[in-house]
């Protein structure tokens, strides 16, 4: 297969660099975050198994195998990379015997120096990273490569058409891919990867566990922020959180003592939040400051990293967000497996299987436009027996879809036996 189409694409990235340097620059990433971009690394003295989860969402998925992996092999080093601070700190906290790095950018020489030094025994990728020059290094260092949970939306899908040879050239590298679903399977065999190295396993997503003493912190939460009604607007985009914040102002004046839990997706947009809340004239506190949450309290901005799992367990009800905006929503199943009320907007196509298994079960709400959801709180707030039906249905989803765990990690396994 030609290494063409890598050379070209390792020829844009070099042009591209400069801005990526700029980038890093205006996030304000330390010296030794740019290192590890760089792919310098510390090596270990044990064997090491690399995991990839992009962000946040991935790690939560990936947790449940990864457990799994250091109970079976505490004799070897888990090694976690993510694409952001925020999967960084959701691997410090639910994969403390882990070893974090960010992942190098995919220029070759970054690529060989990281997989040099590393010395995996395994890759795993997490669902749709594809990185060419990544894939190669692992295959001329003769590196394993499973992808777990394999996921490629119809959005990547195309764009991926767009280059495949590039595509092909790169799932060349992979041994085996473990897709979540029969579409994904179809998806990633046009794009040149050979059908008997594919297995449709399901989705981990769906044995996700809540951590132990996840609900005991939650209801500490609730009790010191008194008898109220709670909702989350969770993992907020730019365009999102104003509208969400008038939403409130409306709901206030049915429940005056009404609080409303705001997660902004990304760290870089804490600042600008607080503004906003500020601006809109809401009595707020900040997790981040440790601020108490007074009975006068009316936005609670939670711009800490790594405890979405714990504001969703203590809030009544859940807004998925990334779902009023074009960014395709995120994990549905994380308040599901909470006994979380869900409710979303209208573009969920990142989540369209999940959301088409949740709709036709009636385990979630969706609105069409945000100017539906004053009422819609107002009518869950209102009805429990209708926030009870919406989780059993939920939950029935999640008990229908449970299994691919295990056998993802037979695939795993096979991988590791001496």
């Not at 990433?29 to 270990?44: D, F, M, T, W």
């Not at 992996?69 to 403390?96: D, H």
């Not at 566990?209 to 939460?221: C, D, I, K, V, Y």
């Not at 959180?241 to 804490?270: G, I, N, T």
Request: charged share 25%; aromatic share 8%.
């Amino acid at each position: 297969m030609s290494a063409l189409p890598r050379y070209l694409y390792t020829g844009l990235l070099t042009l591209l660099s400069p801005l990526a340097k700029k980038r890093l620059e205006k996030e304000k990433v330390n010296e030794l975050s740019a290192r590890q971009r760089a792919g310098h690394i510390s090596p270990s003295k044990k064997e090491v198994v690399w995991a990839h989860c992009a962000s946040v969402g991935e790690v939560l998925a990936a947790e449940p195998l990864l457990n799994k992996l250091l109970q079976a092999y505490p004799e070897k080093q888990l090694v976690v990379t993510t694409m952001t601070a925020t999967g960084a700190a959701q691997v410090r906290q639910r994969l403390p015997e882990a070893r974090h790095y960010l992942l190098p950018l995919d220029l070759p020489w970054y690529a060989d120096r990281f997989i040099h030094t590393l010395k995996p025994r395994l890759a795993i990728i997490f669902e749709t990273e594809i990185w060419p020059n990544l894939l190669h290094s692992c295959k001329k260092m003769q590196v394993p490569v499973v992808v777990a949970n394999g996921r490629l939306s119809n959005k990547a899908f195309k764009a991926y058409k767009k280059i495949r040879p590039l595509m092909a050239e790169a799932l060349s590298k992979v041994d085996q891919i473990a897709a979540k679903a029969e579409e994904d399977a179809e998806r990633f065999i046009a794009l040149g990867f050979p059908k008997e190295k594919m297995q449709v396993t399901g989705s981990i997503k769906y044995d996700l566990q809540p951590p132990t003493g996840l609900q005991e912190q939650a209801e500490n939460l609730r009790t010191e922020w008194g008898q109220r009604p709670v909702w989350i607007a969770a993992s907020t985009h730019e365009g999102e959180d104003e509208p969400l914040l008038e939403v409130h102002k409306k709901l206030l004046e049915s429940y005056p003592d009404a609080l409303l839990l705001l997660v902004p997706r990304h760290p870089q947009r804490f600042e600008e939040v607080a503004e906003l809340i500020k601006k809109a004239g809401f009595s707020f506190s900040r997790r981040s400051q440790q601020d108490p949450v007074y009975r006068q309290t009316q936005v609670y901005l939670c711009d800490t990293l790594g405890e979405m799992l714990l504001f969703y367990a203590a809030a009544d009800l859940a807004f998925v967000a990334g779902s009023l905006v074009p960014i395709g929503g995120h994990n549905l199943l994380e308040p599901a497996a909470l006994e979380t009320p869900i409710i979303t907007g209208p573009h969920l196509h990142n989540f369209a299987e999940i959301a088409a298994l949740l709709r036709q079960a009636g385990g979630m709400q969706e609105i069409s436009q945000v100017e539906e959801l004053p009422e819609l709180l107002i009518r869950l707030f209102q009805d429990t027996e209708s926030c009870r039906q919406l989780t059993q249905a939920a939950a029935a989803v999640i008990e229908a879809n449970r299994g691919a765990l295990n056998k993802q990690w037979q695939l795993v396994e096979s991988f590791l036996h001496d």
